[in-house]
T-cell receptor, first 113, second 113 residues
Framework: DTAVSQTPKYLVTQMGNDKSIKCEQNLGHDTMYWYKQDSKKFLKIMFSYNNKELIINETVPNRFSPKSPDKAHLNLHINSLELGDSAVYFC????????????FGQGTRLTVV | GDSVTQMEGPVTLSEEAFLTINCTYTATGYPSLFWYVQYPGEGLQLLLKATKADDKGSNKGFEATYRKETTSFHLEKGSVQVSDSAVYFCALTQNTGGFKTIFGAGTRLFVKA
């Protein structure tokens, strides 16, 4: 069973489109995250949700909007896609009192053309 | 703010060579420290962790010791294998109103047969 799963794995789309990436975890964790990894492998946190509540919102364009319908799901919607949004997006989850050990999904490679 | 600095790569070694990847951190309080590994085309996996000073994390022949006096968490392995080729990320986690994991820039390791 996959612990943290994201869909789609690959996403190619044109500038200006709106797209969503979905994430689900079956670990019973209470905290979920979105990270962006650029072409140089640098990882930056974008958002964190704890029990469906947004707790970390880094400096991210407001074209990016996370949504957590329940604590097992955290989706990322991106409006008006730009070339610079091309990256690999990773979803992760953790249990808060385990001091932050995170489990990552396989990533979604987004290419904006 | 909190930060993690790790040695730039790529690091290229022959099989059975000794590996060290340096990692230092800046943080207020008492963070937990982690090493994650990312194999090609995959998400990050936790390799080892240490939650307090002088703790040693170990897994799969890799080791790292939490050194508060030098704010370091260097990764070592006595004899690397080709299968260890991957990108290694040093990370810290603090509870700053939500557990936030900050990653270093990643170090790519190539092991030649």
């Amino acid at each position: 069973d996959t612990a943290v799963s994201q869909t789609p794995k690959y996403l190619v789309t044109q500038m200006g489109n709106d797209k969503s990436i979905k994430c689900e975890q079956n670990l019973g964790h209470d905290t979920m995250y979105w990270y962006k990894q650029d072409s140089k492998k640098f990882l930056k946190i974008m958002f964190s949700y704890n029990n469906k509540e947004l707790i970390i919102n880094e400096t991210v364009p407001n074209r990016f909007s996370p949504k957590s319908p329940d604590k097992a799901h955290l989706n990322l919607h991106i409006n008006s896609l730009e070339l610079g949004d091309s990256a690999v997006y990773f979803c992760a989850s953790s249990q808060a009192e385990v001091r932050g050990e995170a489990f990552f999904g396989q990533g979604t490679r987004l290419t904006v053309v | 703010g909190d930060s993690v600095t790790q040695m730039e790569g790529p690091v290229t070694l022959s099989e059975e060579a000794f590996l060290t990847i340096n990692c230092t951190y800046t943080a207020t309080g008492y963070p937990s420290l982690f090493w994650y590994v990312q194999y090609p085309g995959e998400g990050l996996q936790l390799l080892l962790k240490a939650t307090k000073a002088d703790d040693k994390g170990s897994n799969k022949g890799f080791e790292a010791t939490y050194r508060k006096e030098t704010t370091s968490f260097h990764l070592e392995k006595g004899s690397v294998q080709v299968s260890d080729s991957a990108v290694y990320f040093c990370a810290l986690t603090q509870n700053t109103g939500g557990f936030k994991t900050i990653f270093g820039a990643g170090t790519r390791l190539f092991v030649k047969a």
